[in-house]
């Protein structure tokens, strides 16, 4: 991940040092893009579509009143790679006093029986009475090790070493935590394979015996182009209903894995960040494409761009463009001015500024050096303000 925010970042900052940004500019941008993604292991079909996305976006939508084109296709950028992973955090309702049952499901050597544990101890910390159910009877210590490790961060655990039939395990320890009152059974299942049909077989019976809230399927980040089989093979054996990307922290690319995630059509909703069963987090798909892109306070720029945007609908301009228009409407395009700030005068906008008044640029700069000028002396005011109003012109 650290590599696919790096190159990104260097293709942004390119893009930005440029003198004008026209439409090559926008093409080498998208490149750069492409070039990027398939280095992070992304589907080939997918970097193609989101691409293709941002270069017609860039180009052919018109710029809202108040944006200059660096920073509409830096937005644009930023949507589509938002929009790539999912554009809000996936939900997590679950409250004390219910009975839920997460299924975990995924391949061999993903982390999966260190995930449950995680997902045990995120939601315990949130006041939920959680037990674990270990459901793999082919690895040797596979209760072994989830005992170990939940035995450490305080989650029951209910097993059946030695028994053969996965289905009867997970419904015994369903059965098992009803009785303790718990309010979420979490199932660790056997590691497994696309091609081992008798594997994923077994995962569609347990999931018919235990009839699952959710099915989790976790995925390794540094998978590579083989996550999107995978995952499609998993999605039509049992419907996924979210995603628990592990092996995030370090040089992780997870370009493979977020292929999976558009593959199965479900969410991001965790991410493993390290080796402890602290390390798990909720999965934010803006502040990842903004990592992504380098740019940590991208959020911010986004909401100066949204405040920048004037909207005026056409009837209004043509009404304004004839002399029509009311004391309200003139309010309304006072408060919208309201909204720009200065600093945003690059000199890009400030030619349309002065083209679109008649005025020189000279003159553009001069006003908005004034608007500081002034604002900054009447701070100055304010903090001599016991000072002020033993002077002459204060006294009433």
């Known amino acids: 991940m650290e590599a696919v925010g790096r190159s990104l970042t260097d293709a942004v900052r390119k893009m930005l040092r440029m003198p004008n940004v026209d439409e090559r500019a926008i093409k080498e941008l998208v490149k750069d893009l492409q070039r990027t993604l398939l280095q992070a292991d992304v589907n080939v079909e997918l970097v193609l579509q989101l691409s293709k996305s941002v270069e017609e976006r860039s180009i052919k939508e018109k710029l809202p009143p108040g944006i200059n084109r660096r920073e509409h296709v830096v937005k644009v950028l930023y949507e589509e790679m938002a929009k790539f992973v999912g554009q809000d955090p996936a939900k997590v309702e679950l409250q004390p006093g219910t009975f839920r049952k997460i299924m975990l499901v995924g391949i061999q050597g993903t982390g999966k029986t260190t995930s449950s544990v995680k997902l045990a101890r995120f939601f315990a910390k949130r006041g939920l009475r959680v037990g674990l159910v270990c459901a793999d009877t082919y690895r040797p210590g596979a209760y072994d090790q989830l005992l170990q490790l939940a035995t450490k961060a305080e989650i029951p655990v209910y097993g059946e070493p030695g028994k053969k039939k996965p289905e009867d395990i997970a ?196 006003l908005v050096n004034q608007y500081f000028s002034m604002r900054k002396m009447m701070k100055q005011m304010k903090r001599r303000g016991p000072m002020m109003k033993g002077m002459p012109f204060m006294k009433k």
Request: aromatic fraction near 4%; hydrophobic fraction near 40%.
């Open 171 to 366: 419904k015994h320890g369903l059965e098992h935590f009803r009785k303790e009152n718990s309010d979420l059974v979490i199932i660790d299942t056997a590691g497994r394979h696309r091609n081992e049909k008798d594997l994923m077989d077994e995962m569609k019976r347990i999931a018919s015996a235990v009839k699952p809230d959710e099915i989790v399927l976790a995925i390794d980040a540094t998978i590579g182009q083989q996550a999107i089989y995978q995952a499609k093979a998993f999605h039509e054996a049992t419907p996924i209903g979210s995603v628990l990307l592990t092996k995030m922290d370090g040089s992780a690319k997870g370009g493979g894995a977020l292929s999976a995630v558009v593959a199965t059509g479900s969410k991001v909703k965790f991410i493993g960040t390290g080796e402890r069963v602290e390390d798990l987090e909720l999965f934010v798909p803006t502040d990842f494409a903004g990592r992504l892109l380098g740019m940590g306070d991208l959020n911010a720029l986004l909401e100066k761009v949204k405040e920048a945007e004037v909207k005026v609908p056409e009837a209004k301009v043509r009404q304004f463009m004839e002399g029509r228009f009311s004391l309200k409407d003139m309010f309304d395009q006072m408060e919208n001015l309201r909204k720009i700030e200065p600093r945003l005068v690059d000199s890009s906008r400030a030619r349309r500024i002065a083209h679109g008044s008649g005025r020189s640029e000279r003159e553009v700069r001069e």
